[in-house]
């Protein structure tokens, strides 16, 4: 059966970086207002389909280049310098596009081949170069929620990836060849055996997976790869996989084209990357990148698709992975990388600099801050930040890099771990501050990814709710979740740690909820005037509820009431005729511990009100940090 390809990502929209657009391949997803039609996508492995059932694509983000911002609230919409979408003369915005470098689907039979405008090299005069045998196949069947039905599973598919063997058992190739996964396996180059893999670790955001094989038999004979040190420009790459075209192992050359902060389109963020020249195809995620010394110099795992360019693929640098791996080693798991939690503006206009008594041409203006990261505590809205670590962070946001580069600010704070300390340098009515702060990652209240497998949900009296992520925003097709969430969900801070934006998802028609069988979508403000702060928090108060009856208030005031007592018994007949297991999901069934306090969750302009610009630099110079 003739192999087909595809692409998917976690996520739809458009946006612009550098005077390009970038947008996000869906397969089937109407845009708003908010987000033009999309084109980012990230080739990954190659999927196939079940031999029992349909493909169905999990849900993934993706996000463009450096002032692509959309998937996390630092990368949320994209943005040129100006804030604004870049158009062409014809007022058109160019569309183009970031693939995962992987995921391969085979089994649609009629799908047409995967055309590339760069042939893909045998592996010639490097045939018996021994760091080809630590690269292996990965096989992967995917199991991902149905955000829109959250008490079930999407039907499973399968795809194949590239990975590669780093020692102690170990292996690396990218999160999103595995997510979802319900079984791995790895297979080595010339033997026919498949062995079972465990995912230890998934890093979303730098898009990298640990694996581990147990059996012995795996690594006999096996010699791990050596890391080298970042490239430099025009120095020779090879990369080396499992792309579709053909079974066996696959090189292509290249040089390094550029290094600087990249947009990872899994995670939806922007961490250190290298472009190059090298021909990247569906299934080479996750497979090394060696330099001219047989040393892996970093992971493939994205390409840029545009109609004005060819050939740019990118790399996950050994920086980055010895990161991922530190932070595993440090903590027994990934705990993400931090950020600083504040948006910046540029400084270039002199008069300016003169207003906010800055003496010399550097800093960038704190414009806003989040209420979640600890540097709230000892920063505020229009400091100057001058210095991060002793390094200084010119008007524009960037910082020296390496002998004669500079690069984005943001690249001090990744080589950071969660819970290290920084020393800010900051400009306050003129004068110079030293101030410390904890960083720690991002707190997003409308998550990119969910972990643990099915999302969170609470039906009561065939009433569903569950929070609002990206993925379900995804699902659900942006029209049917209407502007006003649309807006709170791209703009919106988190307050404090769990909040969440839950919403009714849908209603599962039943007597005794006659009158409301149309309403979905709608944020849940409050139940029985106690303002909600997140999904665990409504069930508690639902189980605790004493009163004759359950009102629960959304927005503008509408209003759902049901009898307490008929909605508790006609809960048992609603999930029989509707076949759902129970009633909510497993993690409500723990106690509630209620950790935030009472002014944090009060008014509602405190929920979504707080704009976010997750470019890099969004209007005339923002950029998160």
């Given at each position: ?10 996520g ?11 947008s996000f391949?869906?397969?089937?997803r109407?845009?708003t207002?908010?987000?033009p ?9 190659i ?8 493909h ?11 002032n ?6 630092d990368?949320?919409?994209l ?8 158009k062409?003369?014809t007022?058109?915005?160019?569309s183009t596009a970031?693939?995962f470098?992987?995921l391969?689907?085979k ?13 893909q ?6 045939e ?5 045998n630590a690269?292996?196949?990965?096989f992967?069947t ?42 791995v ?5 010339g033997d ?5 893999a465990?995912?230890l ?9 640990l694996?581990?094989v147990?059996?012995k ?18 120095d020779?790459?090879t990369?080396?996989?499992?792309p579709l075209?053909?079974?066996?192992i696959?090189?292509?050359?290249g ?7 990249t947009?990872?389109a899994?995670?939806?963020s ?9 021909a ?12 001219d010394d ?20 990118y ?12 932070d595993?080693?440090r ?17 270039e206009?002199?008069a ?5 008594r ?5 800093g ?19 400091d ?5 670590d002793?390094?200084r962070?010119g008007?524009?946001g ?19 771990f ?8 900051i ?11 904890v960083?720690?990652?991002r707190v ?9 497998g099915q ?22 097709c ?11 969900a ?6 404090f740690?769990g ?31 106690i ?10 108060l ?7 009856y359950?009102?629960f208030?959304?927005e503008?005031n509408f ?18 005729d509707?076949?759902i ?5 497993s993690?409500?069934l ?36």
């Amino acid at each position: 059966m003739a192999a087909a390809t595809c692409c998917f990502s976690a996520g739809t929209g458009t946006g612009t970086a550098n005077g390009n657009s970038f947008s996000f391949l869906t397969s089937h997803r109407p845009s708003t207002s908010l987000r033009p039609p999309p084109s980012l996508f990230i080739p990954k492995a190659i999927h196939q389909k079940s031999s029992s059932s349909p493909h169905h694509p999990p849900s993934q983000k993706a996000v463009g280049k450096q002032n692509f911002i959309w998937r996390s609230k630092d990368e949320r919409h994209l943005a040129n310098k100006d804030g604004r979408s870049s158009k062409n003369e014809t007022g058109r915005s160019k569309s183009t596009a970031f693939k995962f470098s992987g995921l391969q689907r085979k089994g649609s039979g009629k799908g047409a081949p995967f055309e590339s405008k760069e042939p893909q090299v045998e592996t010639g005069i490097i045939e018996d170069a021994t760091f080809l045998n630590a690269v292996v196949k990965v096989f992967c069947t995917h199991t991902a929620p149905d955000y829109s039905l959250p008490w079930q599973k999407q039907r499973q598919f399968a795809s194949t990836g590239s990975a590669f063997m780093i020692g102690d058992g170990k292996l690396l190739t990218n999160a999103h060849c595995v997510e979802h996964g319900t079984q791995v396996k790895v297979k080595r180059r010339g033997d026919d055996t498949k062995y079972v893999a465990k995912v230890l670790a998934r890093g979303v955001e730098c898009d990298i997976a640990l694996l581990s094989v147990e059996s012995k038999d795996f690594w006999k004979g096996a010699e791990p790869l050596r890391f080298g040190h970042l490239p430099h420009l025009q120095d020779s790459v090879t990369v080396v996989g499992y792309p579709l075209g053909g079974d066996t192992i696959s090189v292509t050359k290249g040089v390094v084209s550029r290094v600087e902060v990249t947009s990872y389109a899994h995670g939806s963020s922007e961490l250190l990357g290298i472009q190059i020249d090298a021909a990247i195809n569906p299934g080479n995620s996750g497979g090394p990148a060696f330099n001219d010394d047989g040393e892996c110099i970093g992971v493939a795992f994205q390409v840029y698709r545009s109609d004005d360019v060819e050939n740019i693929g990118y790399v996950i640098p050994t920086t980055v992975v010895s990161h991922f791996l530190e932070d595993f080693e440090r903590n027994g798991k990934y705990s993400g990388f931090p950020c600083l939690g504040v948006l910046l503006q540029k400084l270039e206009n002199p008069a300016l600099r003169a207003c906010l008594r800055v003496p010399s041409n550097e800093g960038v203006l704190v414009r806003k801050i989040e209420p979640t990261s600890d540097v709230s505590n000892v920063v505020k809205e229009g400091d100057v930040i001058v210095s991060f670590d002793g390094v200084r962070v010119g008007c524009e946001g960037t910082v020296p890099f390496r002998s004669s580069e500079r690069i984005a600010f943001r690249y001090l704070i990744s080589q950071k771990f969660t819970g290290d300390v920084a020393e800010l340098g900051i400009i306050r009515a003129g004068e110079l501050l030293k101030v410390q702060a904890v960083l720690k990652p991002r707190v997003h209240l409308v998550p990119y990814h969910i972990e643990g497998g099915q999302p969170s949900y609470l039906i009561v009296a065939g009433l569903v709710f569950t929070p609002l992520s990206e993925p379900l925003i995804e699902e659900e097709c942006e029209d049917t979740i209407g502007l006003k969430l649309l807006i709170k969900a791209r703009y919106s801070f988190a307050k404090f740690e769990g909040e969440q934006i839950v919403i009714l998802s849908q209603v599962l028609a039943n007597e005794v909820n006659i009158g409301y069988e149309d309403l979905s979508n709608e944020q849940v403000l409050k139940l029985n005037g106690i303002r909600i702060k997140n999904i665990h928090h409504l069930a508690h108060l639902v189980d605790s509820c004493k009163d004759k009856y359950l009102v629960f208030e959304f927005e503008d005031n509408f209003l759902v009431v049901l009898e307490r007592e008929a909605a508790s018994s006609a809960s048992s007949s609603i999930l029989i005729d509707y076949g759902i297991p129970s009633e909510r999901s497993s993690d409500l069934l723990e106690p509630y511990v209620d950790s935030i306090g009472p002014d944090e969750a009060t008014d509602q302009h405190e929920f979504g009100d707080s704009p976010v610009s997750n470019s890099e630099f969004g209007y005339d110079g923002l950029l998160w940090a």
